[in-house]
């Protein structure tokens, strides 16, 4: 099934893509360097709609189980 992702205004940035790179520890500033065609007020966007998103159902998810996932795919990888 082909699923639409939510993208940021005017590009082609999934926000659950900046969602998964401020959970694993990046800064928005980290951020901004890689993407600089995005504005501070679009990531504040995106946490927005995350916050929203999470009133609408509850997902489980492990901490350990998620840190050590994406650990053994090789963590996200950052644009260069």
């Given at each position: 099934m ?13 926000v ?54 994406y ?10």
């Open positions: 082909l699923r639409k992702a939510l993208c940021i205004r005017g590009q082609r940035i999934w659950s893509l900046i969602l998964d790179f401020l959970a694993s520890g990046m800064s928005v500033e980290e951020v901004l360097e890689d993407y600089p065609g995005l504005s501070r007020d679009d990531i504040l966007a995106c946490i927005a709609y995350g916050a929203e998103m999470s009133r609408e159902r509850y997902v489980e998810i492990p901490v350990e189980t998620w840190r050590n996932s650990a053994e795919q090789g963590g996200l990888q950052r644009r260069s």
